[in-house]
C-alpha cells in the first residue's frame, strides 16, 4: 500500500475493497457469478480535501461506502476504488 503511486485530487480518496465472500455462515462455497460486490474497505490514498471542508477519513481507515459507490481502477494488477469521500458512510 506504501508504494501506492496515485494521489486523488480534492475530496476524492482510494478504497482498497476487501474481498468477496466466498463461503455462506453454513459452508456453501458462493460462486464468482453470485458473490456480492464489497461494501467495506481500506483507504489506501487520501486527497487534500476542498478549501472549507477538511478530510474526515485517512490512510489505513477502514470504511463502509454504498453497493455502487466510486469507480473502479486498475494499477498494477490490484482494484481500487476512486470515490468522493461523501460517498464514504462511516468509519469502522
Known amino acids: 500500500m506504501a508504494g501506492l503511486k496515485i494521489k486523488p485530487l480534492a475530496d476524492r480518496v ?8 466466498e463461503k455462506t455462515a453454513s459452508g ?3 460462486p464468482d457469478t453470485a458473490k456480492e460486490k464489497p461494501q467495506r474497505g481500506n483507504v489506501v490514498a487520501v486527497g487534500a480535501g476542498k478549501k472549507d471542508e477538511p478530510m474526515t477519513v485517512k ?5 463502509l461506502y454504498g453497493k455502487f459507490s466510486g469507480t473502479e481502477i486498475s494499477i ?4 481500487y476504488l476512486i470515490m468522493r469521500e461523501s460517498d464514504i458512510f462511516a468509519i469502522v
Open 14 to 21: 482510494v478504497v482498497e475493497p476487501a474481498p468477496a465472500e
Open 28 to 30: 456453501i462455497i458462493i
Open 59 to 63: 490512510e489505513g481507515d477502514t470504511v
Open 76 to 79: 498494477e494488477g490490484k482494484d
